[in-house]
């Protein structure tokens, strides 16, 4: 059964600087993706990760796979006070599961 | 932009009621699923519907729980006897292939009394 650990699971950070999540999987999962989820809403896809070395990068956000550590990463540059909100990486699970992290709260100050 | 579409928004219902949630993927999409996430906790996997089945379903699904897509367009999700622990926030998702994103919706806020 796939599991899904993120670390931290709450960031505090000030404005302008850089921070990254991580997203470590237990078992194979060949795609990992990344939502964020403000609070009260629903979940926005990020980023879909396809492949071992992906890298995709939106804006001030930046998601990677390494498939043989099990680990993704959402590295943030720059903050700024719109990126505070929950941050989810989910793995596929065989067949057709999608198994969310426990999320990671991001709080970005003035 | 087509959105996955989740009705009601809000739902209060005492204990021991039957309710059905409900949802209308994008048109194009092939694969349907329910998650819920209780007080902006984790989100739980409940279950998903491929070809008119169900491909997967979690130990939260149990016989209470079942799933329809009865006319081609509407996904349901029906709790047949509902519990206090069954208060959460449900989201439909779907998705077109095995390569894209699920597509959420705004969900629904059960509240059990």
């Known amino acids: 059964e796939l599991k899904v650990e993120q670390n931290p699971l709450f960031l505090s950070m000030q404005e302008g600087k850089n921070y990254t999540i991580y997203c470590n999987y237990s078992?194979?999962?060949?795609?990992l993706y990344w939502y964020r989820q403000d609070p009260g809403k629903s979940l926005e896809s990020l980023f879909v990760?396809?492949?071992?070395?992906a890298v995709k990068q939106e804006g001030r956000l930046m998601a990677s796979l390494d498939t043989k550590a099990r680990l993704s990463t959402l590295h943030i540059t720059a903050a700024v006070h719109d990126l505070s909100a929950t941050y989810f990486c989910a793995g596929m699970e065989y067949g057709n599961k999608l198994v969310f992290g426990a999320g990671t709260i991001l709080r970005v100050k003035s | 932009e087509p959105e996955v579409t989740q009705t009601p928004s809000h739902q209060v219902t005492q204990m021991g009621q039957e309710v059905i949630l409900r949802c209308v993927p994008i048109s194009n999409h092939l694969y349907f699923y329910w998650y819920r996430q209780i007080l902006g906790q984790k989100v739980e996997f409940l279950v998903s519907?491929?070809?008119?089945?169900?491909?997967?379903k979690s130990e939260i699904f149990d016989d209470q729980f079942s799933v329809e897509r009865p006319d081609g367009s509407n996904f349901t999700l029906k709790i047949r006897s509902t519990k206090l622990e069954d208060s959460a926030m449900y989201f439909c998702a779907s998705r077109t292939g095995n390569n894209s994103p699920l597509h959420f919706g705004n969900g629904t806020r059960l509240t059990v009394t």
């Open positions: 519907f491929y070809n008119n089945e169900i491909s997967e």
């Open positions: 078992t194979t999962s060949d795609r």
């Open positions: 990760l396809l492949s071992n070395g």
